[in-house]
């Protein structure tokens, strides 16, 4: 098994599958079963996504670098460390522990983010892609109030856990109470803060591989009163700015009909994601 070690000095292992242009995919690649499976599928989410994207990738003729990033971070929180050019740097470490000099990237949500990050952090990219998080648009105020939102209620329920609430319908945040720990959520809430002010513009100047964003057209998220009644749109940046994009050299997609949890689906991101590479990994990157 190869394994990446972060700064943090835990242990993250990689899976490695096919051969061609590598590609770096923050997944887990293990399907999970019983109660965590469960609770997946009532909010929508399909348990073995990231090994349906790796396998998929793979056949496809890409050589698939995959980690599960996000559960490294929820096992091991990086509370006060976890700023953006640390996960770029995180992602690095990834891509050298599996030998991958040059290599694509694809995330989705605050991993899309992540990519971003990255890209305009290294020479290194052949591609960017990235799902469920505008380029230019990108809701990074409201997401720093949901964090520091999400971080009060962790502190306030590792003393005083709340009861398990019933019947909580997906989606229904106004309802769903903070189960992570204040190190898991306060590594976020480092991560908002360390993206004030981010100059998108000039963060665009300087990505030049081919790029590709995709979101669904009804992702955006009302939160309530918790969560400081912070709206984020993320379907809202690509509307506003996919004719900038597009005039940048971005390829850009909505996905009718469908909200985050449905355009992270592989049946949704594969038809965009598979052809898109393949044109663009098969010959050098252009500006």
Known sequence: MTTARLHDDAALDLTILGDGPAILLPVSTRVPDGEAAEQMRAWGADPALGRTLATALADAGLR?????????????????????????????????????????????????????????????????????????????????????????????????????????????????????????????????????????LAALDQVVVPRLAFAGENDNIQYGERWGNAYVGLADGLKQHRDELAARGWTVELVPGADHIAAMQARTVLPILVPWLTAHLARPAQE
């Open 64 to 200: 698939v670098v995959a980690a599960d990033y996000e559960g490294h971070l929820a096992a091991h929180p990086q509370h006060h460390t976890l700023t953006a050019a640390q996960v770029a740097q995180g992602l690095l470490t990834i891509a050298d522990a599996a030998g991958a000099e040059r290599f694509a990237y694809y995330g989705y949500s605050w991993l899309a983010l992540a990519g971003l990050q990255l890209a305009i952090r290294t020479d290194r990219l052949t591609a960017l892609a990235m799902g469920g998080f505008p380029p230019l648009g990108g809701p990074y105020e409201p997401m720093l109030t949901v964090t520091e939102a999400t971080y009060r209620m962790a502190l306030a329920n590792r003393d005083d856990p709340p009861a398990p609430a019933a019947d909580v319908q997906p989606g229904d945040w106004d309802a769903t109470e903070v189960t992570l720990s204040p190190e898991q959520a306060g590594q976020y809430l480092t991560l908002y803060e360390s993206l004030r002010g981010f100059d998108e």
